[in-house]
């Protein structure tokens, strides 16, 4: 069993915001498998399906951003998962637009979702898909840049991105987190 969590803030004024990337790729995953992300439970919305004999749950966590922890963690623990069965989706200054790149645990590069999760899992090894949304300019304030809208140039590329996330997704749930690591460089 394999727990897909995106990160994301809740409700419509965030909907399309840099931080939402997670939410967005995990709502492409589920309509390319034909399902709803509509469940309430862990104080978030999940789906349960599977993908090639593996049963998977998607999570869209409905804390705000700095608590998510508060979502993922219970669904773990309910559904007796580990670290390593774990898979976070998240925006990621460090890397360039459009860029995705998988990590296997690691530190936290100041966002607090992930370190909400890790601070209340007890550990940070928890599998990674990195989006990259780049870094604002020096005029504008992080938190600021993280909650804005897609710029116009993104948002007409925003579709592709995605779809190449989701693809990764299932490359992860095919070939386990050191292959994509190596795949998404």
């Keep these: 069993m ?6 994301g803030n809740p409700g419509g004024k965030y909907a399309f915001t840099r931080h939402n990337i997670g939410f967005i790729a995990l709502d492409f995953l589920a309509e390319r498998w034909g399902i709803s992300i509509s469940q309430q439970k862990f104080k978030g919305l999940i789906a349960k399906t ?3 004999d593996e049963e998977i749950i998607l999570l869209k966590p409905q804390t ?3 608590l998510s922890g508060e979502s993922v963690i219970p669904a773990m623990q309910f559904f007796k998962l580990t670290h390593q069965d774990i ?10 637009f459009g860029k995705i790149k998988y990590k296997e645990g690691g530190g936290y590069a100041g966002h607090n979702g992930l370190k909400s ?6 550990s940070p090894l928890f599998n990674r898909v990195r989006f990259g949304i780049g870094r604002p300019s020096v005029s504008m304030d992080v938190s600021d840049y993280v909650l804005s809208n897609f710029l ?3 948002k ?3 579709t592709e991105i995605v779809s190449k996330v989701v693809d990764s ?6 070939n386990g987190i050191i292959e994509s690591i190596k795949h998404y460089k």
Aim: hydrophobic share 50%; charged share 25%.
């Design 2 to 7: 394999k727990l897909i969590v995106g990160l």
């Design 117 to 122: 999760i890790g601070s209340l899992g007890g």
């Design 156 to 158: 007409a590329e925003l």
């Design 169 to 174: 997704i299932e490359f992860y749930l095919d």
């Design 64 to 66: 705000f951003m700095n």
């Design 152 to 154: 116009e140039i993104e």
């Design 87 to 96: 898979l976070v989706i998240h925006d990621e200054l460090d890397i360039p």
């Design 50 to 52: 599977s993908f090639k």
